[in-house]
Structures are given as C-alpha cells and as structure tokens.
DNA sequence: CTGAAAGCGCTTACAG
DNA sequence: CTGAAAGCGCTTACAG
C-alpha cells in the first residue's frame, strides 16, 4: 500500500483537503472539532505530507546546502558538526556536497543544488565574486566562509587567520625569543596568506630590528619536517618557528627531535589550528585555537536568518575569535587570551 | 526576474512543454534540429528544471540520507567522506542528520527524511529491528551500517570487529606476551561486544590457559588511562594490554608512562581503528585499521544498487576487511596481513 | 468555519 | 515527431 496522501485524509476525517492542510499546519481557520478529527486520521493514516509537492507550492526547501572543498579531517570534521547541530535547532536540513577541485565542479555543484535549498554555505577557494555572479542565481542566499571575497554584495565570516597570527609571533616574541620565523602555508591560499600578513605585520610592530626570516610550506606534515631540517641547517637560527598550522608544525618538531635540537630549550615553536594531536606530540605544542563549530554554527545562523528575512540583512562580514594556547613548545608561560 | 521554467523554455524555443522535456531528458523521440533549437533556448534563459516538481512527477530525489549518531571524529569524518565520494560518482546528493540521542529523536529524523531521499543510510545504536518496522516505511530502501540487526530483512554492512580483535590478540600472544589483558569498551556498544568477543575467543583458542583479564572502559582516553592505573596495581600484571579502541589505547599509555612502565619492554600495548594520533603518540601504536572511508562508499553502493532494483536485491550482511598495523608498542614484529 | 478550484513545474501516456 | 491534457500532492486565495 502507497503512503497516505492529503486526500486519503480528507477522505477519512470526512473533510476537504483544504481543510486538513490548515488543520496539520495550524494556521487555524479550523474548528477545534474538526481539526481533532482530521490530527486523529492523519494519526491512523500514519500521513506524512509529500515534502516535494510541499516545496514545489511553498517555494521553501527547509534544507539549506554546504558547498566545501572536502570532508575529510579534524577541520571539516569539526565544521560540519557546527553547521549540523545549528540546523537542527532550526529545523533545517543540511545537503552537503565536497570535493570541489576546480571551478567546473564547484559550479556544477551550485547548480545540482538549485531548487533543493533555501541558500548556501559555500567555503571554497575557487569562488570568487565574479564566479558567484555567473553561476548564483541571485535569489539565493549566500554566506561564503573563510573567504577573500569582501566587498558589499556577500555575507562573509571569516577565522582572525590575521589576528591570530599577530598574537602569536607577539606571544613568542613577549616569551624572550629574538627572533621568529615564519613556515608559510600554500601560495594563493587564504589562509596562509592572512597568516603571513600576521606574522610581518607582529614582527614589524613587535621586533622591528629582528630579520624575517621566511620558508615554504604547503600546509602538510612533510612539507614541515623539510621547513625544520631548512631552518636547522641555517647559520642563523632563528629562536623560535611559527608555523602557519599544526600539521606542519608537528612535521617540523620531528624534524627538530631527528636533529637532536631540543624544543624549547634550543628552539621554540607554535602551531595554528588546536588540532587534537597537539595534545599528543611530545612536547605538547603551543598553538592558536579557533573554535570551528562554533564558525560552523554561526554561518549557519546567518544564513538561516537571510534566508527569512531575505534583501534585509545587510551583507555583513564577521571575524571568529580565537585564543593563544600555550602548552610546552615555546618556553614562555604567559598565557594570554583573545577573542 | 525570476528563474526559468519548462514553460518559458517552450515559447522560446516555440514547441511544447512535452518537446521541452524530451528533449532536454534525452529520451529521443524528438528530431535533432528541434532537439538542437530547444537546448540553444534552455541555455539562453539559463534554464534549470526545478527539482521539487521533478522529485513529485518521478518520485526520485535523487538524494540518499544518513543518519548518524553524530559527525564529530575521525570516524565519521572518514566514514562521510566516503559516503559523499560514491555518491558524488553515482550523481546522487547526500542529505545528514546526525546527534541522534534516543530512539525518538531517531524516529523525527527518519519522518522528517521521508520524502527527501530514496534511501537511507543508517549507523545508530537505537535502531533495531523493531525500531525500523514502527518508522520506516516499508518502501523505503535501507543499509544498516555497522548494526547488530540480523537476519534476512534488511541489508547489512559491519566492520569485522571480531576478526580483527581476534587478529590482534593473535599477533600478541605470537609475537611471544603469555597474557594478554583487554580493556572493553562500554557495555551494550555493538563494536565494543564484537571486539570483546574476539578477544575471548582468541583467548581461549591460542592461549587455553592463561587467564582471562578484562578490565572496564567506554571508549574514552580517560576510562584508558584508569584502566591502565587499574592494571599495573595487579599483583600479576600482564604480559600486554589490547585496548577495545585507540583512544583508550592513548589513555593507557599515558598511564603507563606516568607510572615509569616502558612500552613495550615492561608491557605491551595495542588499540582499534588505526586514528591518526595513533602515529604520533610515543612509542607509535600498534593497532587494527579500518578502512573506514571504504566502508562509507561500500555502504553508499549497496543502497544505490538496491534503489535503482527495489527488490531485487537480496538483503546481504557484508563484512569489511581490516589489517594489522604493527608499530612500537607491542615489541614483535611479525607483520601480519589480513583482508 | 469550510470547500471547490486553481496552480506550483514538471513528466508521460495518449492521440494525431 | 509533436502537442494537448492529465496528474503528481500540496497550499491558498476566493466564495459561500
């Protein structure tokens, strides 16, 4: 037997579908009678309205979709969890779709997505504004996340990758160590850019005779361990490493430990992320924290209140806090928050 | 303006609706030059069919849903990247909810996913046989992943935790530790029971005679740490520790180190899952891995194949394969395969 | 308060 | 090959 419909309902509360549509969504109308019999039929029926014949009259999807790059690790592990858990309180559903390498499949994907959402999260470093122009259609709602996006047609939230770069190389630089070099993330990644600018903008304002000292990374563990080897075969070392994420991070202090350096007696070291194998490595690794679910969530917010009160919102484009975690790479001990 | 539909589509291209959708689905029946005038239209007017009328005149979405306990981890993270990856192949869209405490809110999410999708996916604790007669209804195609639902109603696919329980305490004893202990995991807990099973069989199969130690635990870094505390108290300790997962694995070792044991000199030590810290604690771990994100795309495969043949598809109870991943901690080193 | 009817955007027999 | 028409399951003015 075929699920119920509105009309097996109507049938059998001895009504008209009209009314058992404004009996079921309390829009009221009905009397307290009528709408018993029609909850009571529905209940036996076991009905459930159709929610395609539902969005294709109401316009609304209740779903809302999450365009990211990729689904795997501690980050979009954590980011997911933040944009589920707050659409769950809304009563929305979450569509995710990753995996977008290039800008094709990403505009394939915001297209796939058309008429199955109310808007979108999207955090991706393929799109751009002029790709948003082409391939959004400008009803839908939007909020880029970690985006270099700016300007006054998107919702953006953004980590303070910046903020908690200055903080960091400060934190460092306040710990006694004279100098501070810099491992970089991948060229053209957001991120790592506004994580660099951090660390020049520190050093210029914090130690502004101490030379910069820069080396490439991609943001991987081995791209840290060669950073680390880099930097101990320098006739200057530099005091301290700020690397531009943990992983790397925790790929340069093996480096470190291969080499018989010590950390952070013969040289300091810090992290970006709080990813949960800083607890682990020994020594513990001194990093910044961003509290991802909570971006998660509050993207979605946003997004959920463009979406009912849609051309209200003005575009807005909000920072996350973070905080300095000190833990036992980086010989200082003066915690410090932010946020 | 707002978007497209078949109709404006039609006028542009002037033809029917009817040769619109023809010729736009492929299904022939419509001459080329036509065919050729209605896609130059479509493209024009930047048309996109709208999914929910699509979703209501075929009564396909295609969108399959998970549900899941929560999407918090390395496992989940793991397990959705697989599931996203086939689905992303199979051109179907992945629809999740998570954070299903009791068997009501389950219940919600199952209704609420009605509708939405043409299968679902389902890993939850809360859901048994019963549970999926009362909600599911009965068309709707399901794979049960890693669930102690048996028997020939619905389609299954389980970690083979006891085969790889029974492998690792296998490698112990080989490998030359006379007792082997285990930390379970929370009592009622599918993985946990299966894993347990395995080490008293493995138990009683190659090591007849020593005793049986098992001590209590829940998953968690810290119950792995007491537990650790709790086995070297003993006036007999034994010869190697196999932890019913990593992070009790991580607790214990911790346990250990503070109390000056060495691993694996003065006790061996071995976990479940194969998660990342796994590496990076010191001495590295030995432990079972699963490949989890196969598991998500194996899973995702079996339910597309059983919506596109309802019926057909004779329910299955598949078992993943897992391998012994042999590290510092456990002082053999007889690496042992198994798939 | 209640019902008949129109319509959301599509697909699919059914004729021609 | 092509089009007119019915219908998927719902909601919402519009009358009564």
Redesign the interface.
Known sequence: M??ATIKDVAREARVSVASVSRALNGGGGVTAATSARIHAAAERLQY??????R??ITRR?H?VGALLP?????F???L??GI??AA?ARGL???????HGGATEAAAAV??????VDGLLILSERVDTAFLRANL?K?LPVVLLNSAVSGPAFHVINIDNHGGAVAMVRHLLQAGHRSVALIAGPPGNFDASERERGYREAMARYAPRAALTVVAGDFTEESGYRAGQQLLARTKRPAAVFAANDMMA?GCLAAFKDAGARVPEDIALAGFDDI??TR???PALTTVRVRIADFGRLALERLADVVEHPGQETPSADTLGFEIVVRDTCGGNKPEQNS
């Open positions: 075929a699920a459930i309205p159709h929610a395609a014949a969005m294709l999807t779903t990729d689904l795997y690790g501690e979009f592990s954590e997911i969890r589920d858990l769950r559903h979450l569509l995710v779709s990753s995996s297209r796939s997505m058309q008429g199955r259609p009803a925790v949960p194998i682990y490595v020994t």
